[in-house]
Nanobody
């Protein structure tokens, strides 16, 4: 059973930065496409970013392009989300997801999900 554990969330002022990590276990990390999603209070969960198995391809939601960077370290079984120039509207619980197929990750139908980490951006 694949397990995903997010970390790195917290409280930051607008304009600040955070780096989220998602450590995986129980599976072959390099065979999974990975992604990040977020859900703000009262809103639907939304796609943030995704990365292919070898890290060669990435996708981003429009509002985070140029501010967020997804990356992965297959030797450490970990995917990261570097978030710069954070805005109050980035406040949400951030989840990582995994699936063999990148389109499934992007579509939000990934097979495996973490429990989430809270990111709060104050104005």
């Amino acid at each position: 059973q694949v397990q995903l554990v997010e970390s790195g969330g917290g409280l930051v002022q607008a304009g600040g930065s955070l780096r989220l990590s998602c450590a995986t276990s129980g599976g072959s990390f390099s065979t999974y496409a990975m992604g990040w999603f977020r859900q703000a209070p009262g809103k639907e969960r939304e796609f943030v970013a995704a990365i292919s198995r070898n890290g060669g391809s990435t996708d981003y939601e429009d509002s985070v392009k140029g501010r967020f960077t997804i990356s992965r370290d297959n030797a450490k079984n970990t995917v990261y989300l570097q978030m710069n120039n954070l805005k109050p509207e980035d406040t949400a619980v951030y989840y990582c997801a995994a699936d063999y197929l990148r389109p499934a990750v992007v579509a939000g139908s990934g097979s495996y999900w973490g429990q989430g980490t809270q990111v709060t951006v104050s104005s």
